[in-house]
C-alpha cells in the first residue's frame, strides 16, 4: 500500500512524459519580519491521467505547491515541468479552482462560464459548445441563466468547475474546492467529480483536508510533514476509478488507506 517518495510507478519509470514533474524543489518566503521555508526537498511525478491528492497539516505548503505548478510561483529551488516543459511564468495549460468560487455577480452561470473563452479568446463556437457540454456533465441544466446570488454554494463551485474545464486543460489543480460546502453536498461533489474526471481523462492535483475526500477520489495519495512541508509517503488507493460512494467507503482497501494518512497525520491533521 506505501510508497516512498520515488514512487515505483512514476511516470519517469514507465518512460512516460510525466503530466507534472515537481523536481527537488524548495520554495522560501522572505518577509521583512520572518524567513518562512514553506517546502523543502519535494519531488513528485503525477503521470497524464491521474488524480492526485494532497493532504497535510495547515501552513504545510499545499497551497504553495498548487500555486507553484501554476507557474504563480517560482521555486526558490529545484524545478517543475508540466508536460515535459520547465514552468517559468504563468501557465494558460491548467484549470484551477479554489475554495471560493469567485464568480462574478452580475453575469449569468452560462457567461461566468464563458469568461474564460473571452480570456483566452477562444472560438465563439468552440466555447459556446464547450460550455452547453460541461453545463450538462455538471447538473447544471435548467441554471445556466442564473445570477451567483441565486445559485446554492455548491452551484457555484459546479460553475467554477465549469469555468476551469472549458478550455480542456490536460491539467486540473484544485485548492480545497469543496471545503466551503455543507457535507452532504460535498459527498455529491466528490461522486460528480469521480464521473467528471473519468469522462475527460484530465489529470487532478486536489488539495483537500478531508481524509475521506482524498481516498475517494485519488489514484494516489500525498502526506505532507509540518513546514517546512516535505512528502512523509505516498500512498497508493487501488480502488477501481469508477467508484459507487458509500459502497467504496466501506471497503477494506479504503478504511486501512485512510487509517494510515491519519497515522501519519497524527492528532493534530486532517478534520475528518
Ligand atoms: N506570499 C507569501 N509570503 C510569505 N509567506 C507566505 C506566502 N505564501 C505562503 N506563505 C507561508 O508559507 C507557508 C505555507 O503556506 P500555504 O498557504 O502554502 O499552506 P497550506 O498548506 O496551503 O495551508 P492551509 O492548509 O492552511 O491552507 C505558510 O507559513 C504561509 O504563511
Given at each position: 500500500m506505501s510508497k516512498p517518495e520515488s514512487d515505483s510507478k512514476s511516470a519517469a519509470a514507465a518512460g512516460e512524459q510525466a503530466a507534472v514533474r515537481i523536481d527537488d524543489v524548495a520554495v522560501r518566503f522572505r518577509t521583512r519580519k520572518r524567513d518562512v521555508t514553506a517546502l523543502q526537498e519535494v519531488s513528485l511525478d503525477v503521470a497524464m491521467g491521474e488524480f492526485v491528492a494532497i493532504v497535510g497539516p495547515s501552513g504545510c505548503g499545499k497551497s504553495t505547491?498548487?500555486?507553484?505548478?501554476?507557474?504563480?510561483?517560482?521555486?526558490?529551488?529545484?524545478?517543475?515541468?508540466?508536460?515535459?516543459?520547465?514552468v517559468d511564468g504563468p501557465r494558460h495549460d491548467i484549470g484551477y479552482v479554489f475554495q471560493r468560487a469567485a464568480l462574478l455577480e452580475w453575469r449569468s452561470a452560462r457567461r461566468n462560464i464563458l469568461l474564460q473563452a473571452e480570456m483566452r479568446k477562444m472560438p465563439g463556437d468552440r466555447a459556446?459548445?464547450?460550455?452547453?457540454?460541461?453545463?450538462?456533465?455538471?447538473?447544471?441544466?435548467?441554471?445556466?441563466?442564473?445570477?451567483?446570488?441565486?445559485?446554492?454554494?455548491?452551484?457555484?463551485?459546479?460553475?467554477?468547475?465549469?469555468?476551469a474545464l472549458l478550455h480542456e486543460p490536460p491539467v486540473l489543480l484544485m485548492d480545497e474546492p469543496?471545503?466551503?460546502?455543507?457535507?452532504?453536498?460535498?459527498?455529491?461533489?466528490?461522486?460528480?467529480?469521480?464521473?467528471?474526471?473519468?469522462?475527460?481523462?484530465?489529470?487532478?492535483?486536489?488539495?483537500?483536508?478531508?481524509?475521506?475526500?482524498?481516498?475517494?477520489?485519488?489514484?494516489?495519495?500525498?502526506v505532507m510533514s509540518d513546514r517546512p512541508g516535505t512528502i512523509r509517503e505516498i500512498i497508493d488507493v487501488d480502488l477501481p476509478a469508477e467508484r459507487e460512494y458509500t459502497p467504496t467507503l466501506a471497503k477494506p482497501e479504503f478504511a486501512s488507506v485512510a487509517a494510515r494518512i491519519r497515522e501519519l497525520l497524527g492528532a493534530g491533521g486532517a478534520a475528518d
Open positions: 505547491l498548487l500555486k507553484m505548478v501554476a507557474g504563480l510561483l517560482k521555486p526558490t529551488t529545484g524545478t517543475v515541468k508540466l508536460r515535459g516543459e520547465t459556446k459548445a464547450r460550455t452547453a457540454e460541461l453545463i450538462e456533465m455538471t447538473g447544471l441544466t435548467g441554471f445556466e441563466d442564473a445570477l451567483p446570488h441565486e445559485l446554492s454554494g455548491g452551484m457555484q463551485q459546479r460553475v467554477a468547475l465549469c469555468r469543496f471545503g466551503a460546502l455543507d457535507a452532504l453536498t460535498r459527498e455529491q461533489l466528490n461522486v460528480e467529480m469521480n464521473r467528471i474526471w473519468r469522462e475527460t481523462g484530465t489529470t487532478v492535483l486536489l488539495v483537500t483536508h478531508s481524509v475521506a475526500e482524498a481516498v475517494y477520489l485519488a489514484n494516489r495519495v500525498v
